[in-house]
């Protein structure tokens, strides 16, 4: 997997009702929650994101409510991978369940500024700071999260079991 | 092997051994929940799963508590596609209209969730039945949807965090003042991806919905859940609310921890969590001049009987300040009904609060108490994040039952005793 974009920079501890706040959970759909992206931090924050742009984030990031449509509102805006220091737990699986590259990078987090590129080559376990000359190297993803990635996430997983 | 609180439970509900923290688990699941907000994604996943039945319609809880009654044409949608998956299904624990309550208070009352139970809900504060001692944990509507249809899911074995909490605690002191104590000194992410294991005289001496307050916050600083054993205590509240064959359950003596923290409580003070997070926590006498449009009791976290036997307590021939929203909701029919027939209720009219019904509504910014521009509120749930509860620059300061009395009378925070 291959990721490049530009990065949009955000604090530590930002919260699912930064992310998304409850005022557009009447929706699952993806676009829809994906417009109001971030409406929680900064109103109109998502308007500068482009398709294939990378957030990143300092730590404990996702922290908050279980709702899924935190992960599906940063996919709808179109940004498929977070960087950050750390993140909250249930953030951490909601986003591989539904297909967001969640990579944990500690404090070299500081070394990424709003609106570097980034080329994240997964399998290897290096991002490079195009703009800033820079490599950071990430902790592997466990090996479980890794499994249920490959088998095309927890949807399919269970159809698996479910078939077994 | 010696085993802490976590790892007992999960072990009773896994085949393999359980050796340490970092080992990936499968266990099979007690009880699968999800509400108004989370099971209507939940549903959708379980389409996508392409299945047709969940694993046991009685073990699985759908409960329209968040933005119920609906306050809008979407969430009346939304409660309308659970309502029929949940008949579809056969859905033994489905509540709406009359007979919803805020999911974390209404599972314990029914006896739904107990003692060494492990429970995944589509709902972060899951976790408030660890005090009851059981594994529960709040996850996403796809991780639940799985659980609801395969009776199991996976956990990462976590380290534990040992609270030992002795001495003695002030009459205005609640378990409320414990956990935001707590959160104050570890942090918000001070016990992240880690269990939270309570233990000490203070908590032999706790009753069980002091339990499940402080059970209920250990998502606040990150944690996966917040236990506390199973003591006579914990069996005669399961009894009395309807449940059979629970046991006492203690951690190992020489069970491992990442880190064993003790607090005394002589002296504390009641504790407010001041904007905008929850672990940033001073003593109420630090807390000076905030002038407050209004008070929130109730929630997950502090809508239970004794959190209202409380606050009326304090309020009782007193008035809510001039220009002061205080609103009420107990967090169950049960507790409305109780609360009515030991002259709460009126307690609180009188002193010229809103009473409501049983809701979330506020305490996430759904309805029922939302805030303007430049307001601040006080309240007794269990998130102050920043437009938590309605505009991004309103303010939201957390704290136990007896300071919400308090300040709704004093239209400011103060010290109860002052009052």
């Not at chain 1, 929680?40 to 994101?49: I, N, Q």
């Not at chain 2, 899911?153 to 605690?169: C, D, Y």
């Not at chain 2, 020489?254 to 001073?282: F, W």
């Not at chain 2, 029919?333 to 209720?345: D, H, N, R, T």
Request: proline content about 5%; hydrophobic content about 40%; glycine content about 12%.
């Amino acid at each position: 997997m291959h990721f490049s974009g530009q990065v949009h920079k955000v604090g530590d501890h930002i919260d699912t009702d930064a992310i998304i706040p409850a005022r557009f959970l009447v929706t699952s759909d993806v676009r829809e929650l994906g417009a109001s992206c971030m409406e929680g931090l900064a109103p109109g924050w998502v308007d500068r994101v482009k398709e294939g742009d990378i957030l990143v984030a300092g730590k404990n990031f996702g922290c908050g409510s279980s709702r899924e449509h935190a992960p599906l509102a940063i996919l709808g805006a179109g940004m498929p991978v977070v960087v950050a220091h750390s993140f909250a737990r249930i953030f951490y699986r909601n986003g591989f369940n539904m297909g967001l590259l969640l990579l944990e990078v500690g404090d070299q987090i500081e070394g990424i500024n709003d609106g570097d590129e980034l080329d994240i080559q997964v399998e290897e376990g290096v991002i490079t700071n195009v703009t800033q000359k820079t490599t950071i190297r990430f902790q592997p993803i466990p090996a479980f999260m890794q499994e249920l990635l490959q088998g095309g996430g927890l949807i399919e997983y269970v159809k698996r079991q479910k078939s077994a | 092997m010696h085993q802490t609180l976590a790892e007992k439970i999960l072990q009773t509900h896994c085949r393999e051994q359980i050796t340490g923290p970092g080992q990936i688990v499968k266990c099979n699941i007690s009880l699968a929940l999800a509400n108004d907000i989370t099971a209507p994604l939940a549903i959708k996943s379980l389409k996508a799963m392409e299945v047709d039945a969940v694993f046991d319609p009685s073990r699985v809880a759908l409960v329209c508590d968040h933005f119920t009654p609906n306050k809008d044409i979407a969430s009346a949608e939304q409660v309308k596609l659970v309502r029929e998956f949940a008949r579809a299904q056969g859905i033994v624990h489905y509540y709406e209209g009359g007979e919803v309550g805020v999911e974390h208070a209404l599972l314990p009352e029914l006896g739904i969730v107990g003692p060494g139970d492990i429970v995944v809900g589509a709902d972060s504060h899951t976790c408030t039945y660890g005090g009851l001692g059981a594994f529960a944990t709040g996850l996403g509507s796809t991780d639940v949807a799985a659980a609801m249809a395969l009776g199991e899911t996976w956990f990462k074995v976590p380290e534990t965090i040992r609270v030992e909490i002795s001495g003695h605690m002030d009459p205005y002191v609640t378990g409320k003042d414990l956990i935001l104590n707590l959160i104050g000194r570890i942090g918000v992410s001070g016990a992240l991806y880690k269990a939270l294991e309570f233990g000490g005289p203070v908590i032999r001496d706790m009753d069980v919905e002091a339990r499940m307050t402080m059970a209920n916050m250990a998502i606040e600083a990150g944690g996966k859940v917040g236990l506390f054993p199973v003591d006579e205590t914990t069996l005669v509240y399961a009894r009395d609310h309807g449940r059979s064959g629970d046991v006492l359950l203690a951690p190992d003596p020489d069970a491992s921890y990442a880190r064993v923290m003790h607090m005394d409580v002589t002296g504390m003070e009641p504790q407010i969590a001041c904007p905008h997070l929850p672990d940033n926590v001073k003593p109420v006498s630090q807390v000076k001049d905030v002038r407050v449009d209004q008070v929130v009791l109730g929630s997950c976290t502090n809508g239970r009987i004794s959190d209202l036997r409380r606050a009326a307590k304090l309020i009782k021939g007193k008035k809510v300040a001039k220009g002061v929203r205080f609103v009420v909701l107990p967090a169950t029919p049960g507790i409305y009904k109780q609360a009515l027939k030991e002259g709460l209720i009126e307690t609180f009219m009188d002193a010229g609060a809103i009473v409501g019904p049983p809701t979330c509504g506020p305490c996430l910014g759904g309805h029922m108490g939302i805030l303007a521009g430049g307001e601040k509120c006080l309240a007794t749930t269990n998130r102050n994040f920043r437009g938590r509860m309605g505009s991004l620059d309103a303010e939201v300061y957390l704290a136990g039952p007896d300071v919400a009395a308090a300040t709704a009378v004093a239209g400011e925070i103060v010290h109860p005793e002052t009052i």
